[in-house]
């Protein structure tokens, strides 16, 4: 069985001058409980070179345990994919799912959206 799930729908994001991360709105995370294998889609359509995005997972709701589970430094506008198989993958797909933000320093802008095509062994 399988399932497409919005991990994030269209945002764009702007900043100035800081290099502090950006995460995904807690509330936002995706459940990925009953799946083992995921397909992300990022769909970028503005950007400034130099950003990356990361996908991480996680086991429970707890900041220490999140880890990256595939990233993603897209050099133009367009969609990229990554595909995490449980079986071969370093970080395989845990149970809480969101992405975090790396931006250059200095004005940058990001407009994006993620999918996540989530099926069971």
Same mark, same amino acid.
Not at 35 to 60: F, H, K, R, W
Not at 61 to 74: G, K, W, Y
């Given at each position: 069985?399988?399932?497409?799930?919005?991990?994030?729908?269209?945002?764009?994001?702007?900043?100035?001058?800081? *290099?502090?991360?950006?995460?995904?709105?807690?509330? !936002?995370?995706?459940?990925?409980?009953?799946?083992?294998?995921?397909?992300?889609?990022? !769909?970028?359509? !503005?950007?400034?070179?130099?950003?990356?995005?990361?996908?991480?997972?996680?086991?429970?709701?707890?900041?220490?345990?999140?880890?990256?589970?595939? *990233?993603?430094?897209?050099?133009?506008?367009?969609?990229?994919?990554?595909?995490?198989?449980?079986?071969?993958? *370093?970080?395989?797909?845990?149970?809480?799912?969101?992405?975090?933000?790396?931006?250059?320093?200095?004005?940058?802008?990001?407009?994006?959206?993620?999918?996540?095509?989530?099926?069971?062994?």
């Amino acid at each position: 069985m399988g399932a497409t799930i919005m991990l994030q729908d269209w945002i764009a994001l702007r900043g100035a001058s800081s *290099s502090d991360d950006i995460f995904q709105t807690a509330s !936002e995370w995706v459940d990925a409980e009953d799946y083992s294998d995921v397909t992300v889609l990022l !769909e970028v359509s !503005e950007l400034t070179s130099g950003m990356g995005i990361e996908i991480q997972t996680s086991p429970a709701i707890d900041e220490r345990l999140f880890q990256v589970m595939t *990233s993603f430094a897209p050099s133009g506008t367009g969609t990229s994919q990554s595909i995490v198989r449980f079986a071969t993958a *370093s970080v395989p797909l845990a149970r809480f799912v969101r992405w975090r933000l790396r931006h250059p320093v200095g004005s940058w802008v990001f407009t994006f959206r993620i999918l996540l095509l989530l099926k069971t062994e």
